[in-house]
């Protein structure tokens, strides 16, 4: 079966530090990820997706990068964090148009 | 105008009520339709999808997509407590999926 870590869980990170989160998928191969953002109360927005290794597609202009330097493997990455990074971010996979699975999600709170 | 619009609620009902959570769509490309279930602090979870008008059952929850509408529904039965959480609704296009912003439900024992 297949399974999506993420991690860390949770992370509190000063205005201005470099973040990486990173997602990795078990069970499938080429998968399509994606990388989302829930603000409290709001829905989830789209940052990244990746349809294979080294292609990533962006969907919102920030500060926030990502990568796919494996299969499996996506990171979330900034160079110098914001107050307004702050949130829910989600890592998912699809392999069919018909779903979409997620991870268990970071909390970031940038202080 | 959004792709996907959801009632946020929220949405307070007994235990054992019948609950039907509600969207709509402006995008008649859109071909599947999924539902999924967030409790806090957690991942959204798939209850369920569909691709064709009409109705699909999986033990409690009934989802209804009516593609002349542009209106998905779920429907959850002898609603429990555990049944409390915020139920996010989203439909496919391609590659992408289209998010409403959800309802959160409470059931009350």
């Known amino acids: 079966s297949q399974t999506i870590h993420q991690w860390p869980a949770t992370l509190v990170q000063p205005v201005g530090s470099p973040l990486s989160l990173e997602c990795t998928v078990e069970?499938?191969?080429?998968?399509?990820l994606y990388w989302y953002r829930q603000a409290a109360g709001r829905g989830l927005q789209l940052l990244f997706y990746?349809?294979?290794?080294?292609?990533i597609s962006s969907e919102v202009p920030q500060n926030l990068s990502a990568s796919r330097p494996q299969d499996r493997q996506f990171i979330l990455s900034s160079k110098k964090l914001l107050l307004s990074d702050s949130g829910f971010y989600l890592c998912?996979?699809?392999?069919?148009?018909?779903?979409?699975?997620f991870g268990p999600g970071t909390r970031l709170t940038v202080l | 105008q959004k792709e996907v619009e959801q009632d946020p609620g929220p949405l307070s009902v007994p235990e054992g009520a019948i609950v039907s959570l509600n969207c709509t769509y402006s995008?008649?490309?859109?071909?599947?339709f999924m539902w999924y279930r967030q409790y806090s602090r957690k991942g959204p979870e798939l209850l369920m999808y569909t691709y064709s008008s009409g109705n699909k059952e999986d033990g409690r929850f009934t989802a209804q997509v009516d593609k002349s509408s542009k209106y998905i529904s779920l429907f959850i039965r002898d609603s429990q407590p555990s049944d409390s959480a915020t139920y996010l609704c989203a439909m496919d296009q391609g590659n992408q999926f289209y998010f409403g912003t959800g309802t959160s439900l409470t059931v009350i024992p």
């Open positions: 069970g499938t191969s080429n998968p399509n």
């Open positions: 990746s349809v294979g290794i080294g292609q």
């Open positions: 998912a996979w699809s392999v069919q148009q018909d779903t979409q699975y």
């Open positions: 995008n008649s490309a859109f071909q599947y």
